[in-house]
């Protein structure tokens, strides 16, 4: 029988393998503050998006998780690929959290900051339908799959970087993009079901519209008060290199427009962007620490 919630899906999308790599990152001795050439300014962007991925990645898993059941019945070929996603998120956010913690460790205020997120999870998103939890999730996956695959595509993102928050940056986006369709899968899957064709498409872009704000405020604030710990929220110098690299080279604002836009199409797929390449050529450079 054909099933409408798998029409579209790619070649890569079914058989790019979604492996859990149980990896350790030396994060010791980073120094938070200039870890990225670019300046304070662009690595606090990096900073405060870290300190909302644990949170917000078991809340993924939540999400997904939620309707293993229902996927075994309904989309059995998905459930190797759920379980890497799951995997590799787990990884993901305990890896944040010893970021996180190395930053807490050097004087800044990621606790607090982290009750934010908190506040944020469970007063609103985990009150939500857990098919619009879901659609969150599947929008969020979007947000962070093309910003991966920006810091695949172009190496001038993490040129100059400390090594060791390279390594860790690489890694993640890595990840992000092996798994970035998996949740919209089960999303369409569910949603397609039951709310149709059309209900599943206006909660999925009316929940990117939600998704895009939640990220885009606490990233702008997290990365204000991080800033703001160093003493540089007037350092004009600093904010313009923020601005170059925003808008100029690598150009983060304008390159990320266009991939985030496509979300917002009837007939959207994430491999429709296929980049697995990207993938694979890392999987070659680092196949000793790949290997699971």
Known sequence: MHNPATQGATISSQNLPIRRRDL???QQHIAFDR????????????????ITFPKGERHFVHSVRHYMDRMQQEAPQLMEQIRGFMGQESIHGREHERWNQAMAAAG???????RIVGKVLDGFVYKLPPVVQ?????????L????????LADPQVLA?????????WRWHAIEETEHKAVAYEVYRTVATRDLGPVGAYL????TMLLASFLLNATGTVFQLVLVAHDHKLTDLSGWWRFLKVQFLRPGFAWRLLIPYLR????????????????????????????SS
């Open 35 to 50: 870890w990225h050439p670019e300046g304070n300014q662009t690595g606090h962007l990096f900073n405060g998006l870290s």
């Open 203 to 206: 909660v999925r872009v009316t």
């Open 160 to 168: 100059g970087v400390d090594p060791k928050a390279a390594a860790f």
């Open 263 to 290: 979300y917002y199409l009837p007939g959207f797929h994430p491999w429709q962007h296929d980049n697995h390449a990207l993938v694979e050529q890392w999987k070659q450079a680092n196949e000793a620490s790949a």
């Open 144 to 151: 962070t799959a093309i910003g991966a695959g920006l810091v």
């Open 108 to 114: 800044y205020p990621v606790a607090t900051l982290e």
């Open 134 to 142: 879901l659609a969150n999730t599947a929008a969020a996956e979007h």
């Open 24 to 26: 350790v990152f030396d």
